[in-house]
């Protein structure tokens, strides 16, 4: 898309349907390359040693994620330059207490709209997003 930096998103999510509807979302709004689905941790780490995305949608509740700030870690040593958004159906002051002790670049709730969620991971990329930055629907 001239003008915009096209990134590569993986999606780490166990919930039925939500990681297809992000990826929907991703490809039709010009500016991401959804590289991969993972359902869990485990296959998360593997596809950012393999695909180095430069985005990683991630669900804070993951049944292999027992820890996730040390989960963030253990990606970022993986691939530094990987940019994180944290996404949840938790409520929002849960999930920036969450995202601050993970330090993630953006949070976004389930519940966010398409256009909602794409900005979000936008910032979160390119630098704009912060601990601070979400959606909250």
Known sequence: ???HEL??????DDSLGFPSLV????RSDGRFEVVGLAPGGVEAKRLVAEDQPDLLVLD????DVPDPPEFVRELRALHPGLRILLVSSLR???LR???????????CSKGATARELTDALYAAGSGAGSRTQNVDP
């Not at 990134?7 to 780490?12: P, S």
């Not at 804070?60 to 049944?63: C, D, E, G, V």
Request: hydrophobic content about 55%; aromatic content about 6%.
């Open 23 to 26: 990826r929907t979302w991703l």
């Open 1 to 3: 898309m001239p003008g």
């Open 97 to 107: 207490n969450a995202a601050q002790a993970a330090g993630v670049d953006g949070v």
């Open 60 to 63: 804070l509740l993951l049944p």
């Open 92 to 94: 929002m002051d849960e």
């Open 7 to 12: 990134f590569r998103v993986l999606i780490c």
